[in-house]
């Protein structure tokens, strides 16, 4: 089992971080500029939620609401042990970033029109939820073919490349 995929699943179970969602979609939609690490406020029905691996990030975005970073549309599903305790599963949720990244962040949405999307939400070493957040530029339709293009030829060539 010397796999790419499955090697570099047991790095990153060895370094201990483990990533309870990936969003696929969005490297296929937006070509990502710059990536920041943040962490994200949550209540206790929510971390039991995400170590049972239940989030779902595909229409999520994250944007400014004062001088704060707020991760809309993520739905986190209720826990269901936790009864009258639960959470709101479409919250908006704080995230957690220096100053400084906040204003790198700010400055790219209002003045260079660009978008941030979180890329994966995964548990750090020491046990904290963490979210892999990027500033992207929306793609056209010809760079999305071009992707698929790529994409297929890679495929193709390490095809050819194990029959020989």
Do not use: C
């Not at 269901?80 to 906040?102: D, G």
């Not at 390490?158 to 020989?164: A, F, K, T, V, Y």
């Amino acid at each position: 089992m010397s796999s790419k995929a499955g090697g570099a699943k047991a790095a990153r179970k060895q370094a201990g971080m483990r990533v309870v969602a990936d969003n696929r979609r969005a490297r296929f939609d937006y070509e990502l500029l710059q990536n920041f690490e943040a962490g994200i406020e949550l209540k206790g029905s929510e971390v039991k939620s995400l170590r049972v691996g239940h989030i779902n990030l595909a229409e999520a975005y994250a944007a400014m609401k004062g001088a704060e970073l707020f991760l809309f549309n993520s739905n986190v599903p209720e826990y269901r042990e936790a009864n009258r305790f639960n959470h709101e599963p479409k919250r908006p949720r704080k995230l957690l970033l220096h100053a400084k990244e906040i204003q790198r962040l700010a400055v790219g949405v209002l003045r260079e029109g660009l978008t941030i999307v979180p890329i994966k939400m995964f548990f750090n070493p020491r046990g904290r939820v963490k979210v892999d957040i990027a500033l992207a530029k929306g793609k056209k339709l010809v760079d999305k073919r071009e992707t698929i293009k790529a994409r297929d030829w890679n495929r193709e060539k390490s095809r050819l490349l194990r029959e020989s």
